[in-house]
Structures are given as structure tokens and as C-alpha cells.
């Protein structure tokens, strides 16, 4: 029976020492063998001198040199809470993030009703806080209703509890309302995240526009549907100067739009998702639902491209686009198929293929999946560090496991990864000093 390790939700938080681990902080460039000691729900104490024994009288593990890091940050996650919950919940979606060593789940506003006022935000984080066992933030919608049509009252949301704006799915579709809203977040030092998809461009379509879409009989997305949205806004962002974070690129093309405007010295980022660093548009293969994404899956060189963006640095952020959808949503044809997939529980496994390839190193892979998500949204984790919360994974690296899709906590089971093996597998989470995740071994016979 595959049941869930039950977390000790609403347990305080005990002194617990980390010893004989391999410690890594991809904020300082630590690593080195060594212990973290854990009191009130903060990093205490942590070095060479906690590797072999912690304080005296208090509970220790022995991690058994396996890697112990921050736990991850994840900015695009669609949860399903309010309104959808027969895809996901917010309960159900801190499981599967605490199996996948994700201590901090962003939330997108698209939910039903939609996340853009005070009393919404304030929901997901009252709600966040009784049944979630990880960090949960919402991100608002950057217009009423996400209609593109009325800019939300930023300073209030944000003085709520929301980390950045965002249209979630979609573009905000005009130049003038989107210089508007920009000069609105610098005003409040918020950042806009902005999924780029020209929608006159993008609507209709259903995989990359290409020869394998032409190959297929499906009507393609062109990849300029994404950069054009980005050419557009960098230079809005060069009227107003406000933060602005691309949230997931997909193609090569537009890391060339950013690297241009990154160089021109302007305060952009971007993100990718794990689908775009580990897929191409190959992975539709017989018509696989599973792989009908927004952004479509790309090609290899495009993949290629995200792979070498990360690696140096010009990708910001890997995100699991965490976007669960029931079974009637993925079980028809391809056309008329639902987008998405849900990620989170295999997002760092998926990543760490990477890392194992020798194609990025981990102290860069842990620093796209929690140092810099921390410094963009403004949040304490991300970092091994006296004081810092006790966010914190242990992972072994070289644990060989396969993706079941029974074995997965989410409520919806739509993984592009079904049935793939990963090398490396989350062995423990902590949230705020708390042990919200155990593997074991038994649970997955």
C-alpha cells in the first residue's frame, strides 16, 4: 500500500540536530561535510564542528552524508484552492511539494474566485496555515478577474501577503495597460511576472509549430508568439524601470530578448520549467496528452538552449509549473485536451538529470531552485545560515527510483514523467524545524 508518511503537521518544533551530512548553500558556495543544529524553528548553528555529534540532550539524525540544503522554492504553482479543488488542493499539493522537497509553493491567481483582492489573499494564507505543511505564498492577479482590462490595487495585495502580479496563463494583452502596471509595481517595488504568449498568435494552437506539428496534422504554437511578448515589454520596462520576471520561457529566441536587455542594464529575469530543461516536442510522440504544455514543449535545440541559459546563469529560476488537471481534462484527443502537468513532486529529481548528465553543476541548480526564487520574491529561505529558517532537504543523490503514478501525492496524476527513473531521491523535508517528510521505503513497496 503506497500511503502517505503522515506529517507531524501540528507538532512544535523540537531542538534536532543534522549530523554527518553534506552541506551545501548555494547562497554562501558551502559545501562541505558537516551538521546543522535546529531550535525554534530557525537555523541555530551549522559547520564542520556539528559533523559527527550535535549539542548534548538533543535529538539527533545522522543524515549519513547524504547532501542537506535549503529546501527548494517554487514561484508557478497552480493549486486548485478555491474553486477547483477536485484537481488539487492546497493540503494535497504541500503533500506532493514535501515528498518533492518543495518547503515553499507560490500559488498562481488563477482560481475560481480569482485571487485579486485583500480577502482572497488573506484566504490562501489562513487556509495555507490550518491544513499545508509547507510554506504557501500567494501570487495575485495583476488585473480584476485576470480580464486584462483593470490594473489590481497593488500596495493593498501586497501589503497582504502577496509576493508578485501575474496573469497567471495568460499575457496582459495591452501595451498601454501593461506600462500602466508596470509603473504602478515600482511604485511598490512589486514584482510583475509575466507569462509571455501573444494570444492572437498562440490561440488555436496546440504543440510547437513545426515539422514534427506538421508531421502530426496539429496546429502549431510559433515560438515568436512568446518573443514578441518579451520584445515588447523589455521596453516598457525601460520606460518605467520596474522588476519584471518572464515566467517560463520556452525557446532560444527569447533568451536572446533577455540577454539583450539584461545587458542594456535593465531589471528583468526569467524562469523555466523543468518540463523545458528535460522535454522536447519529440515527447508528443503517438499524441501523449500528458505532453500538451503551455508554453508547447519546444525543440531539442531550443531544450538545448534552456539547458546552456541555466547553466550560466541567464535563467533566473526553475519552476515545476506545477498545473494538475483531472482525468476526463487529459483523456481525449490531443486538440481538445487540457494543458499542463503536475511537477512538483519530481521536480528536483527531474533537475538533478542535469546534474548527473554533467550539464549543470548542483551548487547552480540549487541556487535556480531556492536562492534566487528567495531573493526575487523577497523571502527568508534559500540559504544555510545562522538565523535562517530551518527549510531544509536531505536528498540522496544516487537513489535510483521510478516514477509511479499511483506512488504520487497529488490529487491529479498527470506527470509527464510516468514511468521514467530518476537518480536521486528527497529522503527528508523540514519546514520551520518540522519533519513534514520521511521516505520510507516501505510505503513505496
Known sequence: MNAPVLPARREPSQPLALINARLLCPTSGRDERGGVYVENGVIADLGPHLADAGPPGVETINCEGKLLAPGLIDMRVFA??????????????????????????ICMPNTQPVIDGVALVDFIERRARDIAIVNIHPMAAAT?????EVISEIGLLKSAGAVAFTEGRASV??????????AYARDFDALVVQFPDEHTLADGGV???????????????????????????????????????AAPISCAGSLDVLRRARADGLPVSCGVSINHLALNENDVGAYR???????????????????????????????SSHD????????????????????LETLLAAALRLYHNGEVPLQRLLHALSARPAELLGLPGGRLATGAPADLIVVDLNAPWVVEER???????????????????????????????????????
Open 173 to 182: 494583452p495591452s501595451a498601454q495597460l501593461m506600462r500602466l502596471l508596470l
Open 207 to 245: 504543440m510547437n509549430e513545426g515539422e514534427v506539428s506538421l508531421r502530426l496534422g496539429l496546429p502549431g504554437i510559433p515560438d515568436v508568439a512568446e518573443t514578441i511578448v518579451l520584445a515588447r515589454d523589455v521596453r516598457l520596462v525601460g520606460l518605467t524601470g520596474a522588476r519584471y520576471h
Open 289 to 319: 496528452t500528458y505532453f500538451k504544455l503551455r508554453p508547447p514543449l519546444r525543440t531539442e535545440e531550443d531544450r538545448q538552449a534552456m539547458v546552456r541559459g541555466l547553466r550560466d546563469g541567464e535563467i533566473d529560476v526553475i519552476v
Open 80 to 105: 486548485g484552492e478555491p474553486g477547483l479543488e477536485h484537481r488539487e488542493t492546497l493540503e494535497t499539493a504541500s503533500l506532493a511539494a514535501a515528498a518533492g522537497g518543495v518547503t515553499t509553493i
Open 407 to 445: 506512488a504520487l501525492r497529488s490529487k491529479s496524476k498527470n506527470t509527464p514523467f510516468e514511468d521514467q527513473m530518476f537518480q536521486g531521491r528527497v529522503m527528508m523535508t523540514l519546514v520551520a524545524g518540522r519533519i513534514v517528510y520521511r521516505y520510507a521505503a516501505a510505503d513505496h513497496a
Open 144 to 148: 480584476k478577474g485576470l480580464a486584462g
Open 324 to 343: 494538475p488537471q483531472d482525468f476526463d481534462a487529459k483523456r481525449r484527443p490531443f486538440e481538445e485536451a487540457a494543458d499542463g502537468a503536475i511537477g
